[in-house]
């Protein structure tokens, strides 16, 4: 119980920070804005937003473990997951969009290893969705590591299609990376496994699956003779 409350406490801190922070956004006091994000990213980590941008994900967990419960880790992770959107945004407010596009790289980062450590965790209200961050980025290309996890994302949600999308994008920026067509494959085989029901439900019925995989066992049975 004590944990529970002390969770809640700290939830309940951190949205009242929020809408100060969406006032001062709103009326584009940037300066107190970043000032107020700037806190934020020293309570969670210990250490600056560059500084948090260069963490290794296993560093950003011990951070955010400093002196807290386990229970409340996920919590935080959360939390630094909505101030790098909002960073994002007040950096976005002032025209420096490459620098934006970190913070909300990071925040997507943050959100989708969250999701994947806890078999797609409840997100808290005050939680940017997948969505938000996706439309900040805007039309940037994601790498490989991430959309592979975005692609993980959106299978774990049900939302085939969408995770197809994702797989065609990284076809696009890598033809003949055969660890890209076998990771295409294996998402196609799943589908599969899941019967055509489930796959239908999500956007995808087992006719697009299986043209899906067969293409993609085409590419890359023309690909390994040249590799081998």
């Known amino acids: 119980m004590i944990r529970r409350d002390y969770i809640l406490r700290q939830i309940e801190q951190f949205v009242a920070m929020l809408a100060k922070l969406t006032g001062l956004t709103n009326e584009e006091r940037w300066q107190e804005a970043s000032t107020t994000v700037a806190g934020e990213f020293q309570r969670l980590t210990g250490a600056d937003g560059p500084r948090m941008l260069r963490m290794t994900g296993t560093e950003l967990l011990a951070a ?43 925040g997507l980062q943050l959100l989708l290893e969250t999701f994947g450590r806890n078999e797609i965790a409840d997100r808290p209200d005050f939680v940017p969705a997948v969505e938000a ?41 890598a033809p003949a990376n055969a660890d890209v067509l076998d990771f295409g494959a294996a998402f ?41």
């Open 133 to 173: 961050f996706l439309a900040g980025l805007g039309d940037a290309p994601l790498s490989l590591p991430m959309s592979a996890m975005l692609l993980r994302h959106y299978e774990q949600t049900r939302e085939f299609a969408k995770a197809e999308d994702i797989l065609f994008g990284m076809l696009e920026a």
């Open 188 to 228: 196609y085989r799943r589908l599969l496994a899941l019967g055509d029901d489930a796959s239908a439900a999500g956007g995808l019925p087992r006719a697009e699956v299986e043209a899906g995989l067969a293409e993609l066992e085409k590419r890359g049975a023309h690909l390994r003779p040249a590799n081998q």
């Open 64 to 106: 955010l473990a400093r002196d807290v419960p386990t229970q409340v880790v996920e919590s935080r992770a959360f939390m630094l997951t909505t101030v790098c959107k909002a960073n994002g945004d007040v950096l976005a407010g002032q025209g420096q969009s490459e620098e934006s596009r970190q913070y909300y790289l990071k």
